[in-house]
């Protein structure tokens, strides 16, 4: 049985906060620090010292919180190697195809360059978990800021082969809108009709609708989708690469209202 909890949090506007707790060696981590008195906040209620924080990506609702936490924890701070001049108080840099052990457990880092140049995300296979930031969300993926369409393109799809069962915890709770958006694109998918009426029930219950499931999203998400018929049909591209279909899905997102 696995002695990982996992607790996650809303904060500032529409982030989620995580954090990671292994109850047999005490190591807890938060994943990214998007408001230090919130994770704060969370490690008091339940008692918690933090030990390290685990970040995706430079941009400042992921980091603010990195010196506050450090200063009252002493926790270490591991970032991407390629943004390590823009993660406050990083400690230790890592790479995409590089591991390390955090709580006996082995953590795999992805590169995942597209919503900033050097973003990574964090997988404990293990545990069935993958730390997304803002690379993939719940039938989305981030905006395209400081890489390219065709890296954006590679790193949503690497995901595609870790386990089904695989749950996704993300940066933003972006779903209903990103649901309704895929909606446009593939109105015949029973899946994902479903999953809109499920998803505004969460909504309107204030109830997050994080973390997802690798599962999921090979029904629903269009990013990991390009190959569809349907979608394919409604952007008039059936004969463009799966790599087209997606910058043209994520130019559409860009503009959707």
Request: with cysteine; glycine share 8%.
């Amino acid at each position: 049985m696995s002695h990982i909890d996992m607790r996650q949090f809303m904060c500032l506007t529409d982030n989620y906060g995580l954090i990671i707790h292994d109850s047999q060696t005490g190591a807890t981590a938060a994943i990214d620090a998007p408001d230090a008195d919130a994770v704060e906040a969370q490690l008091k209620k339940f008692g918690r010292q933090l030990t390290h924080i685990f970040t995706t990506h430079h941009h400042a609702d992921h980091v603010q919180g990195n010196l506050q936490l450090k200063n009252l924890f002493g926790c270490k701070i591991i970032g991407p190697k390629a943004e390590a001049d823009k993660i406050p108080g990083i400690d230790i840099t890592v790479s995409g195809g590089e591991s390390f052990m955090w709580s006996k457990r082995e953590v795999f880092v992805h590169a995942c360059p597209g919503h900033t140049a050097g973003h990574i995300a964090f997988s404990i296979p293990s545990e069935f978990s993958l730390f997304a930031g803002d690379t993939v969300f719940a039938m989305g993926c981030g905006r395209v800021l400081e890489g390219t369409m065709d890296q954006m393109f590679t790193s949503v799809n690497q995901f595609k082969t870790l386990s089904p069962s695989t749950y996704i915890y993300c940066g933003h709770e972006y779903t209903l809108a990103n649901c309704r958006f895929a909606l446009t694109l593939e109105p015949g998918n029973k899946h994902l009709q479903n999953r809109f009426h499920h998803v505004t029930a969460q909504v309107a219950r204030g109830e997050m609708t994080c973390p997802t499931t690798l599962a999921e999203e090979l029904k629903t998400n269009p990013y990991m989708r390009c190959d569809s018929p349907e979608i394919r049909a409604t952007l008039g591209m059936e004969a463009a690469t799966d790599a087209e279909v997606f910058a043209e899905i994520r130019t559409r997102k860009n503009n959707f209202k």
